[in-house]
């Protein structure tokens, strides 16, 4: 099926480029006659799926011939009216898999109407701007040629040279003192080097320092012919790092001395990448999640949670643990007075100055909701949570912003309530966070601008 202007080598190099056009833009339905070229003619079966509907937005000739169906006919179906009621159901849990944004890779037998072919299947998500797959490709690589080789390089030295050329996977041999004496050409090329300052050349070199001493530790299971398999990533001639699956085989002699290893690597550089980008995306939105968006406080979901974790500690050794509910004085009457915006820019700056009164790791201050706040102290007693609070208070009457809506200061002022608790399993976290509620009441009915304690 390969065409005969595309050697295997160029292939994979075909499909990076590919991979970029692909991820790199949503498809139309008319692709234009440049990219059509490229995508009829290779080999590799190649699909655009939509995640949601699960219907085909693109394939290339080679799929098509694949099944026998016209191009036309198949874009707009669902892969179950496409693909044989046996390849479906095997695809189906790799397709859940690349919904839930997982690059997958497996390797089938699958009966379509050329025949029964080995194919080497990967699925690479796309991601909307929100982070959520929204389509996904299905690259299609025929290995049968490379199945069949694999079950008979026993019988031939010429035809295990053969596989080594031809393999989509990077060897090398290694004698026993680590010195590569033999390496492939895709291997070269992965990490940026001619074969010839390969050889001869220890594997050291494509290691980096923090991985030297786990590869002492491989190398001894090498010797007691143990064999390993690894993600690492290796050092490219440039310096740069490059992800690969190490596949390592001990070579042992007839009295059963190791005398090298069989490495195969098998580049997942792409995947690594992609996972690297998810990773880094939910990062962030777990972040965002956790904060409250207008004063970059803990929000409440995030407060409830750590609070009761944090209680969960402090009982197991019946520590104290205080906490501050903050009210903003007559902060209805400073929005209807001020306007909204100004209200906002008010919230924020109160809560720079409560966050800068409560400074250590394990404090926590959330905006509980509106103008009201609340602050969690552990292993802080009555007389160390009001010298915060107290903090606090002074804090937020020095920012001088004007309130005319007040009757207590000609500025915005805060009123605070504090309770303290030794923790024990026995009680309720939120009964004290009552409490709190009930003292920070007592100071409204006080006069405001003040600080009461349960």
Known sequence: ??????????????????????????????????????????????????????QYEFVNKAFARAYNIPREQIIGSHMNEILPEKNYQNAIRYIEEVRMGKAETYEHYFDVSIGKRWVKVDYIPE?????????????????????????????????????????????????????????????????????????????????????????VVQLQKKMREEDAIYERYLRRKNGSKHWV????????????????????????????????????????????????????????????????????????????????????????????????????????????????????????????GGEEFICMLPETDIEGAKVIAEKMRIGVERLHIHHNGSTVSDYVTISLGVATTKCSPSNKVLEFISNADKALYKAKASGRNTIEVF
Do not use: W
């Open 1 to 54: 099926m390969a065409q005969k202007c595309f050697s295997h080598r160029n292939i994979d190099g075909e499909i990076e480029d590919i991979l970029h056009i692909l991820k790199g833009r949503k498809l139309k339905k008319k692709l234009d006659k440049k990219l059509y070229f490229i995508l009829d003619s290779i080999s590799v079966y190649i699909t655009y799926i939509n995640a949601g509907t699960l």
């Open 127 to 215: 991601f909307d701007n929100k982070g959520n797959v929204s389509s996904f490709i299905v690259l299609g690589t025929d290995i049968t040629d490379r199945k069949k080789a694999e079950e008979k390089v026993k019988e031939s030295e010429a035809l295990y040279r053969f596989i080594v050329e031809t393999a989509s996977e990077g060897i090398l041999i290694l004698n026993r003192d680590l010195i590569i004496t033999f390496v492939n050409n895709k291997l070269a090329v992965m990490l940026g080097y001619e074969i010839e300052e390969l050889i001869g050349n220890s594997f050291k070199q494509l290691l980096f320092e923090e991985h030297l001493g786990e590869f």
């Open 245 to 368: 699956i190490i596949s390592v085989k001990a070579m042992m002699d007839d009295e059963g001395y190791y005398t090298g290893s069989f490495i195969m690597l098998t580049d997942i550089h792409s995947r690594k990448l992609i996972e690297e980008q998810l990773e880094s995306a939910i990062k962030k939105l777990e972040v965002l999640s956790n904060i409250d968006g207008l004063t970059n406080l803990a929000n409440r979901r995030y407060f409830d949670e750590i609070m009761s974790l944090e209680y969960d500690r402090l009982s197991r050794y019946g520590l104290m643990l205080s906490f501050i509910m903050i009210d903003i004085d007559y902060f209805k009457k400073f929005n209807d007075y001020y306007g909204h915006l100004c209200g906002d820019n008010c919230l924020q700056q109160v809560a720079k100055v409560l966050a800068g009164s409560a400074c250590r790791p394990a404090d926590i201050i959330a905006r509980y």
